[in-house]
Nanobody, 124 residues
Framework: QVRLVEFGGGLVQSGDSLRLTCTAS????????VGWFRQTPGKEREFVAA????????GYADSVKGRFTISRDNAANTVALQMNSLKPEDTAVYYC?????????????????WGQGTQVTVSS
């Protein structure tokens, strides 16, 4: 069982940066594809970014391309989401997810393990 924990959410102003970190408690994720998703009240959870096991392949939602960067440190068992030039519309609960496959996916349903989420609020 992979238990994921997210860190780094908070309240920032428009244009600011924030870095989210995901790690696994009691297990490793250094062979797993990992993704970040986000959700706002009343809306479906949506894909943000994902990375394969080695970090060589990544994918991004169009809404965050050029502003967000996903990376991983397998030695530290962490996956990070660097968020720059934040906008109020980025406000959401951000979730880290891992899949048993080593490849990344943009599909929410292909991830078996999920964290509890961390709130990101961007004020205008």
């Amino acid at each position: 069982q992979v238990r994921l924990v997210e860190f780094g959410g908070g309240l920032v102003q428009s244009g600011d940066s924030l870095r989210l970190t995901c790690t696994a408690s009691g297990s490793t994720i250094n062979r797993n594809g990992v993704g970040w998703f986000r959700q706002t009240p009343g809306k479906e959870r949506e894909f943000v970014a994902a990375i394969n096991w080695s970090g060589a392949n990544t994918g991004y939602a169009d809404s965050v391309k050029g502003r967000f960067t996903i990376s991983r440190d397998n030695a530290a068992n962490t996956v990070a989401l660097q968020m720059n030039s934040l906008k109020p519309e980025d406000t959401a609960v951000y979730y880290c997810a891992a899949r048993t496959s080593s490849y990344y996916s943009t599909s929410l349903g292909s991830y078996e393990y999920w964290g509890q989420g961390t709130q990101v609020t961007v004020s205008s």
